[in-house]
């Protein structure tokens, strides 16, 4: 029997996503359901089993040789548990052995959705090529994954490269996470639109106040929305000096819907990293958008699962 795909899930705060992925990132199969994110665990898990059943239904489903799930976090690969901020009613739920208890003895790997999102940028997306990358989400949070020496390096729980949670502000807002200053109170869609709210920028005739409209607001001049974005361009650049700085990445990519306001994000956030980035080893730092589309996540979690194979030593569960 050929074992020449992988299955992977991406569980969020709003889906759950499946598919059968094969050795170049192509998606073979997929299902899909919505998060019962307000509903108890169970309810939860029953949609995790749906998706799982209708995988296993597909004739491909004997070519699985592996299942990798990337999950929002916190997630503990270690003990194999996740408990989403965005999912209330899974607090250190044993996934991984409820997923066992559905796939048998199919190896399964558990990694951050940050980290899913790296292994996949840099197996087919923006980092492909670089052996030592960060790269981030900044959407509604604000998330990341390093790739260190060549290898996708998510840490004893699966979490690490979690660039959000740094923080750039010692005497900054208190972050929910229980820190100050941290570059997600600054740089998540969010918080750049309370900002530019705040500063007294107001919403077009369709009353959309998302970050996709200040950036709209922004690319049109407007000097308050401009202010907001340049704000965040410089947290985001102090927390990717730092990581490069500590561990010599050379590159940074930054996805999710904020990294999708192209210029009035990148053009800041390029000036504000010569600021910060300012020792010889790594003054050639380069910060690019991410190329992956919405099926990151999965398409990583399948590369995490496919790397343990090849490489047992390499990470996890
Ligand atoms: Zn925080």
């Given at each position: 029997m050929q074992t020449d795909l992988v299955a992977a899930l991406d569980i969020g705060g709003t889906k759950i996503a499946g598919a059968l992925v094969d050795g170049h990132g192509r998606i073979l199969a997929r299902a899909q359901r919505p998060t019962p994110a307000q509903e108890d665990g169970e309810s939860v898990m029953r949609a995790?089993?749906?998706?799982?059943?209708?995988?296993?239904?597909?004739?491909?489903?004997?070519?699985?040789?592996?299942?990798?799930?990337?999950?929002?976090?916190?997630?503990?690969?270690?003990?194999?548990?996740?408990?989403?901020?965005?999912?209330?009613?899974?607090?250190?739920?044993?996934?991984?052995?409820?997923?066992?208890?559905?796939?048998?003895?199919?190896?399964?790997?558990?990694?951050?959705?940050?980290?899913?999102?790296?292994?996949?940028?840099?197996?087919?997306?923006?980092?492909?090529?670089?052996?030592?990358?960060?790269?981030?989400?900044?959407?509604t949070g604000v998330g990341g994954g390093l790739v260190l020496d060549g290898r996708l390096h998510p840490g004893p729980t699966g979490n690490a490269g979690h660039i959000g949670h740094i923080s750039v502000d010692l005497d900054g807002d208190p972050c929910p996470c229980g820190a100050r200053g941290c570059v997600e109170r600054i740089a998540s869609g969010p918080n750049i639109a309370r900002r530019a709210l705040d500063g007294g920028w107001r919403p077009g005739p369709d009353g959309d106040a998302s970050a996709a409209a200040v950036a709209a607001a922004a690319r049109a001049g407007d000097p308050v929305a401009v202010a907001s974005f340049e704000r965040a361009a410089r947290a985001l650049a102090a927390g990717i000096a730092a990581t490069a700085t500590l561990v010599e990445i050379d590159i940074a990519v930054v996805g999710g819907g904020v990294g999708k306001a192209g210029d009035v994000l990148f053009a800041p956030l390029r000036r504000a990293l010569a600021e910060y980035a300012t020792l010889s080893f790594v003054r050639g730092l380069t910060v690019v958008p991410a190329r992956m589309g919405t099926d990151a996540g999965l398409v990583g979690a399948a590369a995490a699962a496919l790397a343990r194979r090849a490489d047992p030593t390499a990470a996890g569960v």
């Amino acid at each position: 029997m050929q074992t020449d795909l992988v299955a992977a899930l991406d569980i969020g705060g709003t889906k759950i996503a499946g598919a059968l992925v094969d050795g170049h990132g192509r998606i073979l199969a997929r299902a899909q359901r919505p998060t019962p994110a307000q509903e108890d665990g169970e309810s939860v898990m029953r949609a995790v089993e749906e998706v799982l059943g209708e995988l296993a239904a597909s004739p491909l489903w004997t070519r699985a040789c592996a299942l990798g799930i990337g999950s929002a976090g916190p997630v503990d690969a270690s003990a194999g548990t996740v408990s989403p901020v965005n999912v209330p009613g899974w607090r250190d739920f044993p996934l991984v052995e409820r997923v066992r208890a559905v796939t048998g003895d199919l190896p399964v790997e558990l990694i951050g959705d940050g980290v899913a999102i790296t292994a996949a940028e840099h197996w087919q997306g923006a980092a492909r090529g670089h052996d030592n990358a960060l790269c981030m989400v900044v959407s509604t949070g604000v998330g990341g994954g390093l790739v260190l020496d060549g290898r996708l390096h998510p840490g004893p729980t699966g979490n690490a490269g979690h660039i959000g949670h740094i923080s750039v502000d010692l005497d900054g807002d208190p972050c929910p996470c229980g820190a100050r200053g941290c570059v997600e109170r600054i740089a998540s869609g969010p918080n750049i639109a309370r900002r530019a709210l705040d500063g007294g920028w107001r919403p077009g005739p369709d009353g959309d106040a998302s970050a996709a409209a200040v950036a709209a607001a922004a690319r049109a001049g407007d000097p308050v929305a401009v202010a907001s974005f340049e704000r965040a361009a410089r947290a985001l650049a102090a927390g990717i000096a730092a990581t490069a700085t500590l561990v010599e990445i050379d590159i940074a990519v930054v996805g999710g819907g904020v990294g999708k306001a192209g210029d009035v994000l990148f053009a800041p956030l390029r000036r504000a990293l010569a600021e910060y980035a300012t020792l010889s080893f790594v003054r050639g730092l380069t910060v690019v958008p991410a190329r992956m589309g919405t099926d990151a996540g999965l398409v990583g979690a399948a590369a995490a699962a496919l790397a343990r194979r090849a490489d047992p030593t390499a990470a996890g569960v």
